[in-house]
């Protein structure tokens, strides 16, 4: 596991309880060396219409404020 992976994980269980409130989730897919996370949502989230500003403006703007070394999140 990356060390980044390692400080990613609790960033995902923080957002976690927010997007299962709303019916959906997330899923950690992988994090590269690059600062590049990728995430599946599922749930109610999987066929949102807001899912993108969901990934883009909450859940990436989250990790790159806790973990510096994330460029960048992927949904997949």
């Given at each position: 596991?990356t060390d980044i992976?390692?400080?990613?994980?609790?960033?995902?269980?923080?957002?976690?309880p927010m997007l299962?409130?709303?019916?959906?989730?997330?899923?950690?897919?992988?994090?590269?060396?690059?600062?590049?996370?990728?995430?599946?949502?599922?749930?109610?989230?999987?066929?949102?219409?807001?899912?993108?500003?969901?990934?883009?403006?909450?859940?990436?703007?989250?990790?790159?404020?806790?973990?510096?070394?994330?460029?960048?999140?992927?949904?997949?």
């Amino acid at each position: 596991m990356t060390d980044i992976k390692e400080k990613v994980i609790p960033v995902i269980e923080k957002i976690r309880p927010m997007l299962q409130a709303d019916g959906g989730d997330i899923e950690l897919i992988d994090v590269s060396d690059g600062g590049i996370v990728k995430v599946k949502l599922v749930g109610a989230c999987a066929g949102c219409a807001m899912s993108q500003y969901t990934l883009k403006l909450g859940v990436e703007r989250l990790l790159k404020h806790e973990v510096s070394e994330v460029t960048q999140v992927e949904a997949v």
